[in-house]
């Protein structure tokens, strides 16, 4: 639940780091690399698992993907549709586990991808602007992060599942390097054609003194929700503790409505909770 929390909260202050020039991108950045360092500090070894496994290279990947796709999306876009389309999740673990894991399509598995797909339809055209011949369409830059990051985060589920004999501490290592690598080469490669501005751009005196201890204030929260979340889900059996991260839409959604980052109309709540539903039930199905 912690960790939930502080996810489902984190648009807030990424939105105040923005407003005071500092891309969500260079901010994931000075995010992770405080965490990267203290990991290093506290298990050395887990260099070498990341440099000796290259499936961890993936989860490296597709964290960092994650995470620079949720935070960009909830800093330009509404947050309670970034993040219902963020958890898509299940549709694409069925599709990638069928891929990597050789895991069975089974009907029940279908009749929640369709669920799924129901659900986003939904959202998509929650706005009123439909895609191309009535057709529900990703619509803005928010809308396609959401989407990826979605696919990004099943992606880096379904690695840990096939990467679960590996050191804790690697895997660990692998998501917080990836947080600060995927983010820094994507900022780097805007920010040098012009489209964002490089974070001393705007001059680091002409920021207020909080900018830098908000920086580390999420640098230790991330890494504290991290190990609440290894903590938690090694106790809990996996379709509670699946269920439980859920409570993120709940946070994600109810801040960002009263805050004025996002609007829960009754099109998005229906899609939405044909999402939640789909992912829900896939949790709570009895594993092999």
């Known amino acids: ?20 020039g500092l891309h969500p991108l260079w901010a994931t950045v000075m995010v992770y690399v405080p965490t990267v360092l203290v ?3 506290a298990r050395p070894r887990a260099i070498a698992q990341l440099l000796c496994e290259r499936s ?13 796709a949720f935070n960009w999306a909830t800093v330009v876009g509404d947050v309670v549709r970034v993040v219902l389309l963020f958890y898509l999740m299940p549709l694409w673990s069925v599709l990638l586990a069928r891929w990597l894991l050789k895991e069975s399509l089974t009907r029940v598995a279908g009749v929640r991808m369709v669920l799924a797909l129901v659900g986003a339809g939904i959202v998509l055209s929650a706005s009123g602007t439909g895609g191309v011949s009535g057709v ?11 989407l990826l990051g979605g696919f990004t985060f099943a992606l880096n589920n379904v690695m840990l599942k096939r990467t679960a004999d590996r050191p804790e501490e690697g895997r660990a290592l692998a998501m ?22 490089w ?28 190990l609440a979340l290894q903590y938690g889900a090694v106790r809990l059996p996996v379709e509670v503790s699946s269920v439980l991260m859920l409570s993120e839409v709940m946070f994600a959604a109810v801040s960002a409505a009263l805050l004025g980052a996002g609007r829960i109309t009754g099109s998005l709540l ?14 709570r199905e009895p594993t092999r």
């Open 136 to 146: 529900p369409l990703p619509q803005s830059l928010a809308d396609w992060l959401g």
């Open 199 to 226: 974070p001393l751009a705007a001059g680091v005196t002409s920021r207020p003194w909080w900018v830098p201890a908000l920086l580390l204030t999420l640098s230790a929260l991330f890494l504290c929700s991290n």
């Open 56 to 68: 961890l290279w993936v989860v490296m990947l597709a964290a960092g993907a994650t995470n620079a």
């Open 39 to 41: 990991i290093v500090a």
């Open 176 to 197: 917080f390097v990836g947080g600060a690598l995927v983010a820094g080469a994507l900022a780097a490669v805007l920010s040098a054609q012009g489209a964002i501005v």
């Open 270 to 283: 229906v899609g939405g909770a044909l999402i939640v539903l789909t992912a829900v039930w896939a949790a």
């Open 1 to 20: 639940m912690f960790n939930s929390l502080v996810w489902g909260l984190s648009w807030w202050p990424f939105r105040q780091l923005e407003a005071h």
